[in-house]
């Protein structure tokens, strides 16, 4: 089938303004810039979450791809889009801006649902991609018709011309769903592509029950070979999404319960390798692998609007800004009316910065409300006409421009480069700044053929970035200084491609990739020796053969924001237990006293079996007045849990306690056979209590415990922001709880779950502090 694409050249007038970047390095401008909030967009344009709010009600488990005729594409699970709607298949949904989105349609909506699934199989969580000249999705099965037991997830996958089909499945599963040891079948979910510059394809699946593997897939891309990998701990982890940067692959991966209504914890979490089977680490160095297990926290909910944030994917604007689209649920508004017991699920997008080496949405401002600058789109630039008299846009140099059959530019139509002169030269832009990204879907329909984008020229400071069919390599190069990277064997340049050249900071970087998603055919690097010039045109070169361009644009380099967000400090001492006599006067117990003994500077508390949660409310606590205004909360707590061994839910650490259905609590605990820092919540609502919570870590046997309090002026609410820390120096901000405004809470200690094996909780100290 024959598939029409929308040019877009973009005109650096318009795209620029009348204004250069300057000179320097880009964490000096970082350093100096405005907060996230404040900073505005390159585009002019600005967005509001839930970006799906214009037709859905809920949009979860969000896949993102920019389809080759100049549309973004967004795709969900198999919920019902809005209250009272019936549960079917996939959706499909698109924007030319990535902010305003309208709905196209549904998934296997023709008659060409997989004949291998059962009719009352669920279709969750599509990861979209381009490979080969077609679209590619991959998609989880709720249960197969090979056997007769419910629920044996495995992952599906299906091809189709267009970003909205028709779908054509493969005919069977990637992989065979994995029966568990202990009955039913481990999580084979939540599928995401990566493709490696050695032509390698893996597909990273799986979640809590089982954790997240990955395995090679044959050359079809539809089938798994070889035995997976596991690359994270079981109990912790699902949706995964995997991106190539400076030589480190991220697997970020959501935790926590995605659907807990008004409770929900979900928030996402990275680790980085230099291999794509890992081994995963976070920022400390701490595996994702491990019993107490790692990650560097990506999003998480931040008081506002916005909790249970997760299950993401990542995509990068044409100014090289990249963003994370994931799902979120209001907690004021967290169920569908119609069926009972879904969740409302909107899609959120926020931009995605780089910190240190490591990916954070709103530079740890967490997920936003009210309007946001948006990103730079190639559709929102329209076409050019490339005047040369006018002074900018793309102007004609030497042989021709073809613009399609109807010459207008307009939808349907493929720039196509045609060699014509001796220096092969085609077009150029009007000035462009020193920092400048060129980004165009390119194929070469001619085995001899080769397009460049040259940067900084003419003169001694020009760097060229040619993709050459005939050698099959992307090279950078200035003069004699020549970086090259051979294409991997399967890349096809007679499909389209994805290349993308920035100049930033004195380093030119090119890479190839098929989807644009953060995989990579091809990568080069070079750092030229003669400084690109302020401003100079970007020209556009094809040799050999026919060069076809779509989706081009040419903008400043974004910004990128390199300083996070300031964390808050504990302040002054303004209460300290030490616990080396009697205890103060100021403590009471709720469902107890407990058999604690205090001695020595520790108060020693064994586990008993009890717990806070559910109907029985019978763990005893140990509770005081909770001071005036802002303060911090901290405490001291050793808990032996081992590793690994099942001993369900020990814990010891820090309550806020307004009710026994209305509380929060901050500890380690062993869920299953990880040991993470939990931090959960309890409150009654829709007729039924609820309890979830948000999951971090790593731990050790001795945690130190933080939870800082703060008042939102606008509706009184009671804000907890979770810290931990391993040392009692570095410390792990986490998610953020709330109390109603009207709500009376009391501070202090507690202990819990199983008392099998038997294991004592001991208390160093428990603190109150001014909040700096």
């Known amino acids: 089938m024959e598939i029409r694409f929308v040019a877009v050249l973009a005109s650096l007038a318009l795209v620029l303004g009348a204004t250069a970047l300057p000179d320097g390095g880009s964490t000096a401008h970082a350093a100096a810039a405005p907060p996230p909030s404040d900073r505005t967009s390159p585009s002019g344009t600005t967005f509001t979450n839930p970006i799906t709010e214009p037709f859905a009600d809920t949009y979860a488990d969000p896949a993102v791809i920019r389809g080759k005729d100049g549309w973004w594409y ?25 902010e305003s989105w309208e709905y196209v349609g549904t998934i296997f909506d023709g008659g060409n649902r997989p004949s291998w699934a059962t009719s009352a199989s669920y279709f969750w969580a ?33 091809t189709a011309p267009t970003p909205t089909g028709p779908w054509t499945d493969s005919g069977g599963p990637v992989l065979q769903p994995r029966p568990a040891s202990g009955g039913g079948y481990l999580n084979t979910i939540d599928p995401a592509l990566f493709a490696d510059a050695d032509g390698s394809r893996y597909l990273y699946f799986g979640g809590f029950n089982g954790g997240i593997w990955v395995t090679r897939l044959d050359e079809t891309g539809t089938r798994a070979v070889g035995e997976p990998t596991r690359v994270t701990v079981a109990d912790r982890y699902e949706g995964a999404f995997v991106v190539k940067r400076d030589g480190w692959y991220y697997l970020m991966g959501s935790s926590a319960n995605c659907c807990s209504g008004p ?59 990249d963003w994370m689209v994931y799902h979120a649920i209001d907690k004021d508004d967290a169920w569908l009316n119609e069926p009972g017991g879904v969740n409302r699920r909107p899609t959120l997008m926020d931009r995605l910065d780089w910190i240190d080496g490591w990916p954070v949405v709103n530079a740890g401002a967490g997920p936003s409300e009210g309007p946001r600058p948006g990103p730079v789109s190639a559709s929102g630039l329209g076409i050019v006409s490339g005047d ?55 194929r070469l329909p001619d085995a001899d053929g080769s397009f460049t984008a040259t940067l900084g020229g003419p003169g001694p400071a020009t760097v060229s970035v040619r993709l050459d069919a005939k050698a099959r390599e992307l090279v950078v190069g200035q003069g004699r ?9 399967n890349a096809d340049l007679t499909t389209w491609h994805v290349l993308s050249v920035e100049a930033r900071d004195g380093v030119v970087a090119a890479r190839l990739s098929s989807s644009g998603l953060g995989d990579v055919d091809a990568e080069v690097y070079l750092e030229p020796r003669v400084p690109l010039p302020w401003q100079a045109p970007v020209s556009l070169m ?40 009697d205890l103060d006067p100021g403590w009471r117990w709720l469902h107890g006293p407990a ?105 050790a046997d001795t945690m130190h415990l933080r939870l800082f309090h703060t008042t939102d002026p606008a509706t009184g609410e009671h804000r907890y922001r979770s810290a931990t820390s391993r040392d009692g120096r570095s410390w792990r901000f986490g998610a953020t709880w709330t109390l109603p405004a009207d709500a009376d809470p009391s501070v202090g200690i507690y202990a819990g779950g199983g008392a099998t094996p038997s294991t004592t909780a001991t208390f160093e100290r428990f603190l109150l502090r001014t909040l700096n």
């Open 126 to 158: 599509p990861d979209i991609r381009y490979v080969d000249g077609q679209y590619v999705m991959y998609y989880t099965v709720t249960d197969t018709a090979a056997n007769p037991d419910a629920w044996d997830y495995t992952i599906g996958v299906a």
């Open 595 to 699: 058999d604690v003994e205090v001695s020595g500077g520790a108060l020693s508390w064994p586990l008993t079996g009890h717990d806070l949660v559910g109907a029985a409310n019978d763990a005893p606590a140990l509770l005081r007045d909770a001071p005036d205004g802002d303060f911090v909360l901290e405490a001291t707590v050793t808990l032996p849990l081992g590793d690994f061994a099942v001993r369900n839910y020990q814990q010891a650490g820090l309550l806020v306690h307004a009710g026994d259905d209305d509380f929060l609590r901050l500890a380690p605990v062993s869920i299953w056979r990880t040991r993470q820092v939990e931090f959960g919540k309890e409150l009654t609502a829709d007729g039924r209590t609820w309890f979830g919570g948000h999951v971090s870590g790593p731990v």
């Open 542 to 581: 094809a040799d050999g053969g026919e060069a076809q361009l779509d989706n081009l644009t040419v903008v400043p380099a974004h910004e990128p924001v390199t300083q996070g967000m300031p964390e808050p400090r504990a302040g002054a001492v303004t209460f300290a237990e030490e616990f080396d006599g």
């Open 263 to 321: 409770v929900t914890g979900y928030s996402v979490y990275a680790g980085r390798s230099r291999s794509p089977l890992g081994p995963f680490v976070d920022h400390e160095g701490v595996s994702l692998n491990e019993s107490r297990v790692g990650g560097t926290q990506v999003v998480a909910q931040n008081g506002n609007r916005w909790i249970g944030v997760g299950h993401h994917a990542v995509l990068t604007d044409v100014a090289g800004q």
């Open 74 to 98: 967004l795709y969900a699970t198999s919920d019902p889009l809005v209250s009272g709607g019936p549960f079917g298949n996939m959706h499909v949904s698109r924007s030319r801006d990535l």
């Open 481 to 489: 200084q020549q970086r090259r990277t051979a294409l991997p064997a």
């Open 388 to 442: 040369p008299a006018s002074g900018s846009g793309l102007r004609r140099v030497s042989g021709t421009l073809a613009r399609g059959s109807d010459g207008s530019g307009d939808a349907g139509a493929i720039a196509r480069l045609v060699p014509g002169g001796r220096d092969a030269a085609l077009a150029r832009t009007a000035p462009a700044p020193r920092d400048v990204r060129v980004e165009a879907d390119v």
